[in-house]
Structures are given as C-alpha cells and as structure tokens.
C-alpha cells in the first residue's frame, strides 16, 4: 500500500473516530462561551474576531445546540490540516516526511485534544497551514503572476478573522521574500500588493466593531499579554515557557522538535525550503518566548508555528533514519505522544487504575457542567413554585455563566440579545457579558398613554425592568456573595451547595444564593 493511501486510511480513520466521541463529554467553558457567541453574531467579539462564532453557528444550524454540533468542524478542520501538511511535506521532500508529519501531528497531545474541542486554535491552525501552501504555489510560480498570491491574502484572513495570532503570517511573507535571493523582486510586482490588500480587506470587521467598542480587543490583549503592570525581565518565566511546552507537546516530540530545528540552522542560507519553513515559525515563536521573559504564554498562543517547525524537523530526522539510535529515539517519541494524548482525552482510565493527580485533572473542565446545571435548575424551579414568581440567574464569572446557559434546559432568555445568564453588574468591560444586555442596564420606558394637563413630568430617561425581581446566584465558594450583589438586593440567602465528586475526591462546588428583590447599585 502506497504511503499516500495509508495517509488517507489514517486520517479518515482518525476523523471517524473523533466524530464519534465528541459527545461523549461536556463542553468545555471556553466552548460554550464561543457557543453564545454564536448565538449573538457579530463583526467581532471582546477577544477574539468573528470566525469561531460563525463556524459553530454553521454547524449547530445543521446539527443542532449539542455537543456534537459545537464540535464537528474541529475534527474536519483537523484532517484537513493533516492532509495539507502531508502533500507539503511530499512536494517540498518526500512521501516519508509526510506521512511521519502527519503521524507527530496528530499523537502530539496539545494538537490531538484540539482536534476534539472546538476552539480558535483548529480553525487557526488550519489556516495558517492553507496560507503556508498557498504562498509557496505562489512563489514555486514567481515571476509569474498567479491567483495563488490573492489567495494566500485570503487565507492569512481568515486566519486572522479566527485569530489575532494568525497576522504574523504576513510578517512570514515578508521575511521569506526579503531573505530569498530570487524573490526579492516580488517587492516590485503585483502579486505581493494582491496578498497584502485581502488580508487588509478582512481586517475591516474587527476594527469596526473595535471602533464602536472603546478599542477593547487592545486593552485586553494588553491585559493578557501582561504588559499593562510591572513589565521586566524573569528568566524563571522564560524557564516555565519551555517547561510546560515539553509538557503540552510531550517531551520527546518537543525535544526532537527543537533539535530537528536547531540542527537545520546552518541550511537556511543554502536550502531554500529549510529558509522557507523556518521563516514560517520563527516569527511567533520568539514573540511568545519574549513575552515569557516577562510572564509566561500559554502552551498553544504559538501552537502555528510548530507546523513549519514540525516539517523542518522530520526532515533532519529523516535524513538520519539509517542510524538504529535515531529510529529508537523516534519511535519511543510518537509511543510517548500517543500514550499521553490518549489519556489526556480518557484520563478515567488512569484514575480506575488507582492513579492519583497531584493537581486536578485538566479533563475535569469536560465533566460534570451538565448534572450540576441541572441541580441549579431544579433549585430555581423549587424556589418559583414557593416564591410565585420567576427568577433571574447570576453567575460570578463568564465560565460559569457560560456552561450554565449552554445546559440549561429552560434558558428562559428575557429580551432580544439576552444571555440565559447574567454576570455580576460592574462598570468594568470584563469580557464579552460587558456589551451583550445587563439586568443593570436602563432602557427607554415603555410609551405611555397621553397624560393629562395636571400630570407631572419627570426627566427620568429610562427604567430598569428588574427593577423589584429576586435572582438566584451561582458563585464558587465564599462565605459570602461579593459586594456589588449584597448592595443591590434587599436580602441574600444560601439556598444551596452543589459538589462535584469523580472517583470520591472533589471537583469542584457551587454556591447558590436567592438574592431578594433588585434595586440597582446605590451611586
């Protein structure tokens, strides 16, 4: 059997399989949070631009507000992703690089988990793969003018449409065509002005949105980048980056990764290709590691550039095969990757075997949002039929608020736009709850019939329609709810404590509290 059937067995085996199981958890937070986005279509949202919402929306259109509907493009997104890194791997090298590309690809546990769960990161990835094969269409092609240089313009879009990250992609092109001897004749011709004016094009959406939203997409990228406190210099942070990718990527892949990379240094200036693939990672990942020195970046904010990076680095080792310690250490890397890819998706397994997480399970943010939704409906439920009256919900943070209205059965949503459930009131812009509507919000007052001579007029503008009405609050445990509800309801009351258990040891516990009677925030 060719190695080019076998890639396609592979993943079409793969894909099936993960179709398969995507309902076989709960969503995750992050998940469901990009769910209400969906819900609430948009040219962009607080952190991230428009893409995620309008995949998922797609899918849960064709298959509904479940699980599997969340998920299905990550799955098809991630064979994709696999089959075009295959026929790279085969046009820039041989069929070999491919298909062992493919192999590291999808036993690396960071990107196996996210062919499962439907984040920006499959979309992203998919993306920057496309844009990287598209580009080198182009250049294979240079002088001559192509449809793949408008192409590749809009590939880097989308991307970046999905996410943020995505724009370094044009800073590859440039570094490619400026450090390619042959290419740098591209700066005089159309084909480069093509690529850079649809990536401009799609870039449109979010700065309107960003215009009509006090720029906030900035401010929290700032926030999360930790460049809005004490920025300095922390070699232990640097430390943890590199830590915690051996961890994600698993160690031997990662450490195969990095030699494969460091070991093709010295080809860059005589290889083309070798300067090609490694233009396309260097980029984001020095940004990520220069940011580290200050505060760590998580595993997967660079996660694009380990695609050319995982390309350049099969090829060293596959030129290194004939060598029994070098098929030894390559083989013991993708048992490892598979092995902890495997249990990071069932980690059950290691936990019926008596195994114990020193720390919590990173699979316990899938398990147990829908039974404990539940419990907090059938609290609010009990408390209507003794109360008369309809509550409102609260949660403490957009997680919470998050899997609570994907699970809720009866969301019971109160007007156009609304979110099933609230976040706290608060001034601040925290996250996307802050432009979607708030029970703290006036509105226009309902119009009035003609009032007569003797009435009175006020300059009241607006009324706040919760105005009198009792919530339930859902919060982590405290002693007490924080003080922005305690101020603006009458009375609250500990009505309810919800605990996840897995195996006999916590999860984690809510709190449910009936807050009597809103006011509004005293000024």
């Given at each position: ?47 991230k ?10 899918s849960?259109m ?16 991630a064979?994709g ?38 984040t920006t990161?499959a ?16 250049v ?21 449409l ?33 690529l ?10 979010p ?24 920025v ?5 942070e ?12 698993s160690p ?5 990764l ?26 984001v ?13 998580t ?31 390559t ?21 019926s ?51 609570i ?48 001579p ?70």
């Amino acid at each position: 059997m060719s190695k080019t059937r076998a890639v396609w067995l592979f993943i079409g085996a793969l894909t099936l399989v993960r179709l398969s199981m995507l309902g076989s958890t709960d969503l995750e937070f992050d998940e469901a949070h990009y769910w209400m986005w969906s819900e609430r279509l948009a040219l962009a949202y607080f952190s991230k631009g428009p893409g995620i919402a309008f995949a998922i929306h797609a899918s849960t259109m064709a298959f509904g507000p479940t699980e599997f509907g969340v998920r299905f493009w990550s799955p098809i997104l991630a064979a994709g992703t696999g089959l075009m890194l295959f026929y790279f791997g085969l046009r820039l090298f041989n069929e070999n690089v491919g298909l062992w590309s493919v192999i590291a690809f999808n036993v690396a546990p960071i990107f196996n988990v996210g062919a499962f769960v439907m984040t920006t990161d499959a979309l992203s990835i998919f993306f920057w793969m496309a844009a990287m094969f598209s580009f080198w269409l182009a250049v294979e092609k240079s002088p001559r003018f192509s449809f793949w240089w408008p192409l590749t313009g809009l590939l880097t879009g989308l991307g970046f449409l999905s996410r943020y990250t995505n724009a370094f992609e044009v800073v590859c092109v440039l570094l490619v065509l400026a450090f390619g001897p042959r290419l740098r004749q591209e700066f005089k011709r159309p084909g480069l002005y093509w690529l850079l004016g649809i990536f401009i094009l799609c870039t449109v959406p979010p700065i309107i949105w960003n215009a009509q939203h006090a720029w906030i997409t900035l401010t929290h990228l700032r926030t999360r980048g930790s460049l809005t406190g004490d920025v300095g210099f922390r070699p232990l942070e640097a430390l943890k980056f590199f830590g915690e990718h051996f961890i994600f990527y698993s160690p031997l892949l990662f450490a195969a990764l990095i030699w494969g990379v460091a070991g093709s240094w010295r080809r860059v200036n005589q290889q083309f290709k070798v300067l090609f693939l490694f233009w396309f990672g260097l980029p984001v990942f020095a940004f990520y590691f220069l940011l580290s020195t200050n505060k760590v970046a998580t595993p997967n904010w660079d996660a694009v550039s380990f695609v050319s990076f995982g390309l350049l680095a099969v090829h060293y080792w596959n030129e290194r095969l004939d060598n029994r310690g070098v098929r030894i250490f390559t083989t013991a890397a993708v048992v490892l990757g598979f092995l902890m890819s495997f249990f990071s998706l069932d980690s059950d397994i290691l936990r019926s075997a008596g195994f114990h997480f020193f720390r919590s399970d990173p699979s316990d943010r899938w398990r147990g949002w829908k039974s404990m939704t539940a419990e907090v409906e059938r609290i609010r439920n009990d408390l209507e039929t003794k109360l008369g009256a309809k509550l409102f919900l609260i949660a403490d943070e957009r997680h919470r608020a998050s899997v609570i209205s994907f699970y809720l059965r009866d969301k019971r949503v109160e007007g156009a736009g609304h979110p099933p459930v609230y976040l706290i009131e608060s001034q601040d812009l925290v996250n996307q709850f802050s432009f979607w509507p708030r029970y703290d919000q006036f509105v226009d007052a309902p119009a009035r019939p003609a009032q007569s001579p003797d009435e009175t007029f006020t300059e009241e503008k607006g009324v706040n329609l919760f105005v009198g009405r009792s919530a339930l609050l859902v919060r982590n445990y405290a002693k007490h709810p924080p003080h922005n509800i305690r101020a603006a309801f009458e009375s609250t009351e500990l009505v309810g404590t919800i605990e996840l258990r897995r195996f006999g040891e916590p999860v984690r516990d809510w709190q449910v509290f009936l807050c009597r009677h809103y006011r509004t925030l005293p000024l």
